[in-house]
């Protein structure tokens, strides 16, 4: 999902819960999370594809193009479960209550959205298959994404060869 499709949604969010349960911190901390998990795309793009500073191959990456490896460590339901028991041990402090709706709406959305594989944001799924980007996306999803990369690359040798063409004229 898009970051700014996650901000509206967390606003909303986060309205909601301040209404419920009248605690600003838990307020911020539902917004904050359900915003800057994403932050752990940072990662998988620097170890993908090394200190490279382009906004826009960034999102176009994730969009697009197969990656070797996805961690994406924070988007995981286990985390989820810890915060509940976490919720639960605290007498449902409202900062860990915050985080727990927070974390569960993003990724809830993101499963919905994202159609990569139904287990994707479970990290022993993705521990269990190494983390390879494949079994992330699914099936499906893989082979659109081979092939937008072959015909990428496709394009990429043509330009080459048209370009050797003209300089060699
Ligand atoms: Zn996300």
Redesign the pocket.
Known sequence: ?KLEQ?IAISTAVSAVFLMITKSLEGTIACFLVGIF??L??IFDYLFNHGVKIDLKHFFHTFKLEVLDNIF?FL?SWEIMIVCLVVAWLTDWKPVIVGIFVGGCI??F??HLW?GHSPLAYWLSYRIKNRFAAKYFYGPKEYRQRLKFMKRKLCESDCNKSQNDTTNRS
Do not use: F, Q
Request: aromatic letters at 0%; proline letters at 0%; a negative charge.
């Open positions: 999902m996650h998990i994403d752990d795309h994406v988007h993003h990724l959305l993101d994202n």
